[in-house]
Every structure is written in C-alpha cells, then in structure tokens.
C-alpha cells in the first residue's frame, strides 16, 4: 500500500520559519516528480512547488518564489519544503503529492498519490 504521510505543520508567527517533511513507503519514487500543493479554507487546492525525479529541476509557484525551498533524499524515500518568511496568507493544509512522471508539473491531475495533509497556519 502506497502511503504519504507529512509532518511538521504547526503555528508559527509571521516572519517564522517550518520546514514540512514527506515519508513515502509503499514504493519508491526515485523516479518521480514529487510536489507540494496546499489547500486555504474554501478555496482550491493550489500547487505550491515540485521537483524533479533527479533533484535538478525545480519550480514554485510565484507567491511562494524565493521563499520556499523544495528538496528530496531519493535514498530515504523523502521530500521536504523548507518555508521562510510565512506570511498570514500561507496558512492552509499541505499536501505533499506523487506523479508517475519524470517531468516536472504543476497540475493537480497530475498527481496520483497524495498524503493527508499538514495545518500550517501563520498568524499576524
């Protein structure tokens, strides 16, 4: 059974900093892109950040461009989202996702694996 499961979600104050882990079994994606996606109160679930099956290509959304870093250990099946400078509107659930791709996306469809999410709510 493949499995996603995040952690390191909490409370933290504008400015602060959280770093998001991501621990896959099931299957290894050392081949896959893996992402990030997070979803506000009634709103959509909208693509944070992805990187590619090597490690060598990243891409993020414009809000979080330059902020937030993307990084994977294929050899311990991880991935994390190192977030900087939070502000009040990053608080949402933050799902980490799987494609079976080797390109980099951004597109919810995309993903077929998903964990069940981590709050990270930024307060002002």
């Known amino acids: 059974q493949v499995q996603l499961v995040e952690s390191g979600g909490g409370l933290v104050q504008a400015g602060g900093s959280l770093r998001l882990s991501c621990a896959a079994s099931?299957?290894?994606?050392?081949?896959?892109?893996l992402g990030w996606f997070r979803q506000a109160p009634g709103k959509e679930r909208d693509f944070v950040a992805a990187i590619s099956w090597s490690g060598d290509s990243t891409t993020y959304a414009d809000s979080v461009k330059g902020r937030f870093t993307i990084s994977r250990d294929n050899a311990k099946n991880t991935m994390s989202l190192q977030m900087n400078s939070l502000k009040p509107e990053d608080t949402a659930v933050y799902y980490c996702?799987?494609?079976?791709?080797?390109?980099?996306?951004?597109?919810?469809?995309?993903?077929?694996?998903w964990g069940q999410g981590t709050q990270v709510t930024v307060s002002s």
């Open positions: 996702a799987a494609t079976t791709s080797s390109r980099v996306v951004v597109t919810r469809q995309n993903y077929f694996y």
């Open positions: 099931g299957r290894s994606f050392s081949r896959s892109t």
